[in-house]
Structure formats: structure tokens, C-alpha cells
């Protein structure tokens, strides 16, 4: 009778979980532009549970017909006085002024918190069948969770949002963001489900795919992600792609296999109005590079 009750008693609180953890709390960053929604250690079965924040500009209505934009990388977004290094994209500040200005559509951002495991959490999977044999032999792909990072997006977070906020919900008016190992999941992501994602902005993307693990030949998988780039990218100006770099350190050392992929999508007959690629000359890989120029892919994505 005791296992019996135990029984009852743990799946009643299974079941009420997910609505408690539904609520959101009191934000732990603080903006200065509209107004964040908290939600810690958000549930997954597909990946670990990770913070998500939801930052709605100002004067927003629940059920407002907002588009919405799914960033990664959720921790250095708002606040620099909570990130590592005391940096920040602002992303409050630069879309909440666009949107008053009238000069992008109103959009909600959905953010998700990285772990220590960001490397294998953005690495784009699907690119291990585009690498030859030999190349990948002594490669792990079971380490590898760009998919399943994705699947936790699209199946999980992305329908719990349409549900609780109503935002619109058509491919044309969601989009997905990040830098770095967050530029490649942002590209893969709209390749792998373009039926979701109209569009990716893909910052400072660590095109060239280089690592510490000496068993890993970067210019092999830089290839291997272009060939699958190649053979999923939507069809040529059925989604909006921005895609940028700087000058500087590790942002310099981009520049050989970012000019191929640009090359390589120009020549599938993407125009400037659906894809642009930009080079800013002095800028690093860092969060405050990232926010000068912040404003550029946000009116790309988001022009009225």
C-alpha cells in the first residue's frame, strides 16, 4: 500500500512540475530596455537543463503579434555586470531602440544559457558525413549535441513560447542568432529546419572550425561543414542570411573559409537582399564588437 501511495504521490508532482516550472522569476540580469522573463533550469530531455530568458520590448502585450528572434549564448546578452568578462551585446538597449525608432518590426528574444559543454552543444553534427573517412576515424560523434541542442529548440523551447506568449509563429518571422560556435548552430539550425527558421545571423562564425584536440583537421571539417552547407541551405533567397566578421586576432583568422562560404553561397544564387556578408576592419572577437555593430543584422532581419 505504501509503494502504492509513493507511487500516486510521485507521478501527481511529475505531472505539476512542468507547470511550476512554467512561472517565470525574477530576472537575475537586469536590463535597461523593456523587461526580461526568467526561467531557470528550463527541463530538457534532450540536453542538460539550462537558464532561458525571454526580453519583451516595452509596452508589450501577452499575445501581441511580435516575431520572435532565439539567441544562444543567453548569460553574456544584457548585463554586463553579471557575464565573465564585463561585456555584453546589448541587446536590450540596441533592439529596444530600433523598435521605438520604428526601424525594425517589434520582436521578442529568447535566449538560452550555455554550459561548459558550449563547444559540442553548437557543433554542427551533420557535417560529419561531409568529412572524409580517414578524418574522422578517431573523432567521437557521440560528442558531438548540435542536434540534439536543436531538437531542445524546435520540439521544447520554441513551442512552449508560441504557447505561453503567442507570438507569430510562421518561419517568415522567427529567427535564430548566436557568435562564434553560436554563428556555425545558427547557420546549421536554418539549414536543418528551414521550415522553422526564416532566418540566421551568424556572427563572427567560427568558420574555420579550429580546436585543441591535435586529432581534429580543422580544414578538413571547415570543408566538410561547406559541402553541407552547400547540399541543405534553402533554396536561394527563401530565407535571410547575415553572416560577418572583423579584422582582428581570432576574428582575422576567418577570413580564408568565411570567403569560401561566401563565395560558395553567391554562387547558388543568393542576392544581397537575402544574404549579406560584412567585414569590419578593427574588430575583435569580443562582446563589444559584437554590440557596436548589433544594430546592422537586427535591421536585416527585422526591416519593416
Known sequence: MRIKVFTIIAAFIFCILPAIAQEPVAATQQVSSGRLDYYPK????????????????????????????????????????????????????????????????????????????????????????????????????????????????VQELKPFIDKHYRPLTSREHTFVMGSSMGGLISLYAMCEYPEVFGGAVCMSTHSSMQFFDLKFDSDAWAQGFREYVKTHLPAANSALLYMDRGTVELDGTYKPTQDKLDAMINGLGWDNDHFMSRVFDGHKHMETFWAERLDIPFMFILKK
Open 42 to 153: 528550463f527541463q530538457s530531455k534532450y540536453i542538460p537543463a539550462r537558464d532561458v530568458n525571454v526580453w519583451l520590448p516595452d509596452g508589450y502585450t501577452l499575445g501581441e503579434p511580435c516575431d520572435v528572434l532565439y539567441m544562444h549564448d543567453g548569460k553574456m546578452l544584457f548585463d554586463a555586470s553579471t557575464t565573465w568578462n564585463h561585456q555584453e551585446w546589448q541587446v536590450d538597449e540596441v533592439m529596444g531602440r530600433l523598435i521605438n525608432e520604428g526601424k525594425i518590426r517589434r520582436c521578442i528574444v529568447v535566449t538560452a544559457d550555455n554550459t561548459e559543454n558550449r563547444l559540442n552543444d553548437y557543433f554542427p553534427t551533420g557535417c560529419y558525413a561531409y568529412v572524409p573517412r580517414e578524418k574522422r576515424l578517431d573523432i567521437d560523434l557521440m560528442q558531438f549535441k548540435g542536434d540534439e541542442y536543436l531538437q531542445f529548440l
